[in-house]
T-cell receptor
Framework: AQTVTQSQPEMSVQEAETVTLSCTYD???????LFWYKQPPSRQMILVIR??????QNATENRFSVNFQKAAKSFSLKISDSQLGDAAMYFC??????????????FGEGTQLTVNP | GAGVSQSPRYKVAKRGQDVALRCDPI?????LFWYQQALGQGPEFLTY????????KSGLPSDRFFAERPEGSVSTLKIQRTQQEDSAVYLC???????????????FGPGTRLTVT
């Protein structure tokens, strides 16, 4: 079974600064997808960024980028120019590429990000 | 278009009562997932539907939990004889397609917060 670990329960950053959230995972599979989701107090889970394991290039979405280290099974999220609206719980998630019975997500425990003005 | 909707948003049940939680996925989405999110934790997979077929129910914690999607659209998660440990947020997600190499995004609803007293 796959596991996802987020070792930072809480992080804080000053507005306009950069912050990095950590995530490690354990799997015996070679093909999979990794995600970062954002969950504000409204509870609506929002996809932030996605990485395919077969791609060596790190994914980027505007101010959000990842550092994907496949050999180390590490998948960190970097938020640049942090904004007050970035404050939320962030979850790292794993999905097998070849799970024939569906595409369930396995989530980490989450990191609560606070953005200070 | 409309996103995933869930009702009710909040539910308080006395221990031993039965509850039914509803999920309306995005129109045309084949796959539907239920997750359980305990306070301060990441969501955990409960069950998965592809159209009306329940292809994976391995995450259901006990036989008190039952899910259905009879016409391949709306889904209901039923919990019989609720216990205090059932208190959690129940999230529903839908996607265009299920397993395989294409990582169709899972779109989440706002969740139902169940409190068992």
């Amino acid at each position: 079974a796959q596991t996802v670990t987020q070792s930072q329960p809480e992080m804080s950053v000053q507005e306009a600064e950069t912050v990095t959230l950590s995530c490690t995972y354990d799997t015996s599979e070679s093909d999979y997808y990794l995600f970062w989701y954002k969950q504000p107090p409204s509870r609506q889970m929002i996809l932030v960024i996605r990485q395919e394991a077969y791609k060596q290039q790190n994914a980027t979405e505007n101010r959000f980028s990842v550092n994907f280290q496949k050999a180390a099974k590490s998948f960190s999220l970097k938020i640049s120019d942090s904004q007050l609206g970035d404050a939320a719980m962030y979850f790292c998630a794993y999905r097998s590429a070849w799970e024939t019975s569906g595409s369930r997500l396995t989530f980490g425990e989450g990191t609560q990000l606070t953005v200070n003005p | 278009g409309a996103g995933v909707s869930q009702s009710p948003r909040y539910k308080v049940a006395k221990r031993g009562q039965d509850v039914a939680l509803r999920c309306d996925p995005i129109s045309g989405h084949v796959s539907l997932f239920w997750y359980q999110q305990a306070l301060g934790q990441g969501p955990e997979f409960l069950t998965y539907f592809q159209n009306e077929a329940q292809l994976d129910k391995s995450g259901l914690p006990s036989d008190r939990f039952f899910a259905e999607r009879p016409e391949g659209s709306v889904s209901t998660l039923k919990i019989q004889r609720t216990q205090q440990e059932d208190s959690a947020v129940y999230l529903c997600a839908s996607s265009l397609q299920g397993g395989g190499p294409t990582p169709h995004e899972q779109y989440f609803g706002p969740g139902t917060r169940l409190t068992v007293t």
